[in-house]
């Protein structure tokens, strides 16, 4: 009997420890609008997407990019775990970006669910937004653990 009880409460701390780890960085998941044929995407087309080294998607149809804020968690993550940069090195990059003229920034929208609209909305839509925010009205290309 015991073992019992040591192994439950081995396993109830496990699983709180888990949660905690969970809600100290959440999964990212990667959106699109259902009207666009993709079926998934990898981190490098994202890359070149929201770096502006590319314009389309993969199969070569139009994208609209929308982004989140650059004080937000979910930006923060993307900049690091996708483009490779910080958030200062993804501003300083995006403003040259600017000047040059080379590129179309993302359109930003203040919170997940708001950019899962404009997804949504939009029939080229493509965001990323927490992963608890994804329902029926957006499919998922990625999700960013």
């Not at 100290?24 to 993709?38: F, G, Q, S, T, Y």
């Not at 149809?61 to 937000?72: G, I, K, M, N, T």
Request: glycine share 8%; charged share 20%.
């Amino acid at each position: 009997m015991r073992k019992t009880r040591h192994g439950l409460l081995g396993a109830l701390l496990f699983s709180c420890a888990c949660a905690l780890a969970g809600t100290a960085r959440a999964e990212l998941a990667v959106i699109a609008n259902p009207h666009v044929k993709l079926v998934g995407i990898s981190t490098q087309e994202l890359k070149d997407l929201y770096l502006g080294r590319a314009r389309t998607l993969p199969d070569g149809s139009a994208v609209e990019l929308f982004d989140q804020p650059a004080d937000s968690a979910a930006y923060a993550q993307f900049a690091r775990d996708v483009l490779g940069l910080d958030v200062q090195a993804l501003k300083s990059y995006r403003a040259k970006l600017m000047f040059t003229g080379k590129a179309r920034l993302p359109q930003v929208f203040d919170t997940d669910e708001a950019v899962k609209r404009a997804v949504a909305g939009n029939p080229r839509g493509l965001g990323y937004v927490q992963g608890r925010h994804v329902d029926a009205s957006v499919k998922v290309l990625l999700i960013l653990p």
